[in-house]
């Protein structure tokens, strides 16, 4: 079993080789030539703002210094949210939002299995916890328009890293909305109310489960905290949210 296990690992070694020859790794950010496929520059891996402990428990709010295990952000204690906790790879500032962008908007697919894989990390206790990853949807109109979701692009890297269930089904966003940017946090927060909804053949898949609800970005969290809301209201035993980049403001 060690040998077949071996020989794999060399295989994919030898073949990532070539694909670096015939195709040159780029920054995932900013284009420029790196050493290999899937990293960033040494710029723009200096100018990402990564969250690292330590952090407020609930929300993932960095902390400027330890104030001790399951500390609350003055944030989170209140207006507490209903899903239990947040975790984040990093701030939603210039390179991150290259990267959320890229993928986003110029249909750079390739971003979303790198991306998913630094969220598997990154947020390495709530996976762990999560019976299944669901995407925050698209309305079908927009999806139409789109082609695809960056979040669900996201969660699916994320649970094959992780080794999780991809549960792309269990919401759907049941009325379309605006474009959340621009708008005030009482506004966002009308502009989602309602929107989520799991359909009645799939209350029993989540009835009881743990949930990790994935999205590209958090900022006010309106969004997420609608949909957690529907997916606890059919069944779900607890939802985790995992994004690759929040917005952080004066955390303390």
């Known amino acids: 079993m060690r040998s077949r296990y071996t020989v794999g690992r060399r295989l994919k070694a030898i073949a990532t080789g070539i694909a670096d020859i015939a195709l040159p790794a780029h920054c995932l950010a900013c284009q420029r030539f790196v050493a290999r496929q899937g990293g960033l520059c040494p710029t723009c891996w200096g100018e990402l703002r990564l969250i690292d402990r330590p952090y407020c428990a609930r929300l993932g709010l960095p902390f400027a210094y330890d104030l001790g295990p399951g500390a609350l952000s003055a944030e989170a204690i209140a207006d507490p949210p209903p899903f239990d906790r947040l975790r984040a790879v990093a701030h939603f500032d210039t390179v991150a939002r290259a990267l959320v962008h890229g993928l986003k908007y110029r249909d750079r697919m390739e971003l979303a299995r790198w991306m998913g894989a630094w969220m598997a990390r990154a947020g390495s206790d709530v996976v762990a916890d999560a019976d299944m990853v669901v995407p925050v949807p698209l309305h079908r109109w ?52 309602g929107a989520f909804q799991v359909p009645r053949d799939m209350q029993a898949v989540i009835d009881g489960r743990r949930l990790l609800l994935v999205d590209d970005v958090y900022t006010t969290g309106a969004t997420t905290r609608a949909a957690t809301r529907a997916l606890l209201r059919s069944g779900a035993a607890a939802v985790d949210v995992m994004v690759f980049a929040r917005v952080v403001g004066d955390a303390g």
């Open 142 to 193: 927009r999806l139409w328009r789109r082609r695809f979701n960056q979040s669900g692009a996201l969660a699916q890297a994320l649970g094959n890293a992780a080794g999780k269930r991809f549960a792309p089904g269990v919401l759907r966003r049941v009325r379309p909305t605006a474009q959340q940017v621009g708008l005030s946090a009482t506004e966002r927060n009308r502009n989602v109310r």
